[in-house]
């Protein structure tokens, strides 16, 4: 298939007992980066292909390390088209930091140009498939769609190995405990049931029976995920942290993890540990539920399209049971599709063949992070799923994806495309799946989901307005007195220039509010909606700078 160096016997073996390692670690693949980039600085380019291709193949196997390894031995051998296809397919398919994006963005220049020679050590940055974070998506109606405070930081992770550490077998039970309490010490609780180490905060006086609620619950579905989806999954203990608040979420995250989660994350999962942490009590667990979804099926299925895996873990955070099987109920998230927020956002709603072409970057929100557009990609996939439940499409889809084709060898045709395998799940082009789709909606939630003009306006976009100005102006206010009491000279001349600015804006707005009336009675709705828009872009803008002080 591609050139071959000759290869002795000892370099044989060591191939086998790695893959012999690898194939042992049923949930949790190790991949021993440094000597894959040692064969290729060698020119064992097919050894490479080969070898990553059945790693895939297995377990925890669909991952961007794997993929772009196979990516780079194709084009270090000549087949630089390929070799595109395949860095094209780690861009679309997996959630990338922004450096590691912009590195594959690179490489794919760097292989078009005939250049070979990128570092190759720069992959050792290269993430394991993490599972997603739920926070951004379940915070309610987003009013600032710029404030990245309410994101995970993630810049300050544990190391990888240090994480897979805390990985354990189900006969390992007291081993995983004794190691999870030393690292999280006296204030934490942990007991374990069946798969699943239940850490709580001491104070909250967790019981056994308790646990056994909470174990009960997410056993049933782990094994309705595993089973109504066909699923590999993991073999290992997984560990759950039940938090009680926003603020023990932070400190349990900061603690184990060494990450901070914003403010405003509910929940988030790492495949690396195989932890899940949500605020959850022991009876209401739809976080929870929502991250087990995500580690269950990354283990199977590492490449899973955002909007799926959004869209699906999203059903099942407001859940119900028929019999054992798992049912996505009514969701809040209708509230982010409503035409009075697509209107005040400005952002629009995308078409089911736009949000299912989505990569990740594109889903969370574009290269800027846009939050109120990924709000409304989250709560589409959402009512998207609802929908193809009502029709028994699940299982057919999540199948499809997870058999879903590669872009292959050298000789092999292009990957199937997202729109393709939808198309031939529904069995129907797209544009009649869209038609479909909006009918079911309008009849199932009585208004039309595209309805919205940006040139109307409603009493209840005013509402969301005045809800934003107020939320704004009193978070801008509240680090503005912060800012003050620290007593830096520095800063009082920045502190009463912006106490003016947002006075004014307050002001203006009010004033404004005071003659919506007067502007929509005259037909001047236009002219009012570019003065609040400008008011707008003055308070976020304000609010900006504030917080940029604050971190100094």
Known sequence: MLHRKNVDMKNTLLVFIVCMITASAYSQ????????INLLHDGYYSRVFDECMTMRKGVYGKCAILDYFIAKSLCLDGYREKSQEWLKYVLDNYPLKTETRKFITTDINNCSAGNTGSALGAILTLPLPQASVSGMSKMGRI????????????????????????????????SALSKLQSLLGAKYKVNFLDRF????????????NQVATVTTLLQRAFDFYKNFYNLRAPDKLITVYLMPNQASLHNVALKIHGIDVGNATLGYSLLSDLSLLGISTPTQVGTLYHELFHLVVRTDAGDIPAWLDEGLASLYSIYQWKNDTLKGAATWRIEQLRPEYINSTGIGLPSLKELISYNWQDFNGGDDIDLCRASVNYALSNHFMIYLQEKGLLQSLVAQFKSRSTPGNKNDLAASDNISIVEKVCNAPIQTIQTDFENWFQKKYNFNL???????????????????????????????????SQKNEKNKAFIDSAKKQL????????????????YKNSNKMEEFMVMVEELKKDLFALYNKVEAAIKQ
């Open 143 to 174: 009013i600032n769609c710029t404030d990245q405070t309410q994101l995970i930081n993630w810049q300050n992770l544990f190391n990888e190995n240090d994480l897979e550490n805390r990985l354990f077998s189900t006969e390992q039970k007291d």
């Open 503 to 518: 006075d004014t804006i307050h002001n203006k707005f009010t004033t404004l509010q005071g003659s919506y009336s007067n």
């Open 197 to 208: 180490i239940i850490v709580t905060v001491a104070e909250q006086n967790i019981t056994d």
């Open 450 to 484: 595209y309805g919205y003009k940006h040139d109307q306006y409603s009493e209840l976009q005013m509402e969301h307005y005045y809800m934003m100005f107020e939320e704004i102006g009193s978070k801008t206010g509240s680090m503005l007195y912060n800012l003050s």
């Open 29 to 36: 693949k190790k991949i021993d980066r440094q000597y894959y």
